[in-house]
């Protein structure tokens, strides 16, 4: 089946083998497919249909192209060529043929010429001889006398613990005085060494403005072991200590 549309033409067939050999025919060997489409035709609620192909084509270069004549033959083509006037170039009072623009460029360049002519060469300048250069004599190499490095004085031991025994003997007597205090609130000896090494190595170091008892009071706080998570409320109880002390351990 064949439907013309426009420049195209539709052709209809089961397949694309069928359908070329139209195309050739009816369009000629240089037709274009323009565009191919395929789907199903008949049957009864979609079953028994045929498959259909769909192509829409064009012809290529129009038939009879070979037998085109040219409207003007090659001899007049030539004849005409031949038979038209000369070109000339050239403005009013310029004889025709003749290279006006040419002749501008010969006439400026000889202007030029004339311009960079060199003139008389006069006597040369006499030139003063440059006086010989003195060469100075290499400058001396003076030494500098470096004066001896005196040696420092080395601090021994000794000045070094006798600058540090005061502060030393302080703290000795500062940590007897909280052992002391510890032990009247009824700590055990190896717990109070435990809250005194903490001081020592530990709080006292990195904080040495806060004091020394501080420290361990931070440390007593700290070796309590109180349960995490608990929900209702608790009451924990201080023996040993008065109520300054104990207010202060609290916080």
Known sequence: ???????????????????????????????VVVREREGLVGGIAGFFARRCIEVEAAPGWPTGHDDVVLTLPAQDAAESYAAAAPLEIGGPGIEPGVNSFMEALLDRAAALDELFVPTAAGPEASVPASAPMQ????????????????????????????????????????????????????????AIDRVLV??????????????????????????????????????????GLDDAAAARAVA
């Open 198 to 239: 903490t001081v020592r190595n530990h709080l006292h170091p990195l904080s040495p403005t806060a004091g020394l008892r501080e420290s361990a009071r931070l440390a007593v706080r700290s070796s309590i072991a109180t349960p995490v998570g608990w929900r209702d409320r608790r009451t924990i109880g201080f023996a």
């Open 1 to 31: 089946m064949t439907t013309a549309t426009g420049e195209t033409r539709v052709f209809r067939g089961a397949s694309l083998e069928e359908i070329l050999p139209r195309i050739r025919e009816e369009l000629g060997p240089d037709a």
């Open 135 to 190: 060469v100075s004599a290499p400058p001396r190499q003076v030494e500098v006398a470096t004066p001896p490095l005196e040696p420092r004085p080395r601090t021994s031991r000794r000045l070094i613990e006798e600058v540090a025994a005061p502060a030393a003997d302080a703290f000795a007597e500062t940590e007897a005085g909280v052992r002391i205090d510890l032990r009247r609130s009824g700590m055990s000896e190896s």
